[in-house]
């Protein structure tokens, strides 16, 4: 089992920045992609980006690109994701999760994760 738990949401002005923290505990494996979704009102939970537990290896889609970066510290047991540049459009709550190895299609899908945190809320000003 691995337990999931964000912090760091708030509100900020568009052109600002915030850093999300994921904090794992419970049994983590090098096997894992460690994600981060994002959910708007009325929209549906959608990939943001993810790192690989053991590589670090990131994949980020299209939109944040240039903007967010994702990492882990190993160490401390967290996956970070640093947002810069926020637009209105980034607002929603953004979840941390959690799955085997897999390819990109598959991690781009909320239905194929084992493990989610509760999410933190993220609001974006203009």
């Known amino acids: 089992q691995v337990q999931l738990v964000e912090s760091g949401g708030g509100l900020v002005q568009a052109g600002g920045s915030l850093t999300l923290s994921c904090a794992i505990s419970?049994?983590?494996?090098?096997?894992?992609?460690m994600s981060w979704f994002r959910q708007a009102p009325g929209k549906e939970r959608a990939f943001v980006g993810a790192?690989?537990?053991?590589?670090?290896?990131?994949y980020y889609i299209d939109s944040v690109k240039g903007r967010f970066t994702v990492s882990r510290d190993k160490a401390k047991n967290l996956v970070l994701l640093q947002m810069t540049n926020l637009e209105p459009e980034d607002t929603a709550r953004y979840y941390c999760?959690?799955?085997?190895?897999?390819?990109?299609?598959?991690?781009?899908?909320?239905?194929?994760?084992?493990?989610w945190g509760q999410g933190t809320q993220v609001t974006v000003s203009s």
């Open positions: 790192i690989a537990w053991s590589g670090g290896g990131t």
């Open positions: 419970g049994r983590t494996h090098d096997s894992y992609h």
């Open positions: 999760a959690a799955r085997e190895h897999h390819t990109l299609v598959v991690l781009q899908t909320a239905g194929n994760y084992d493990y």
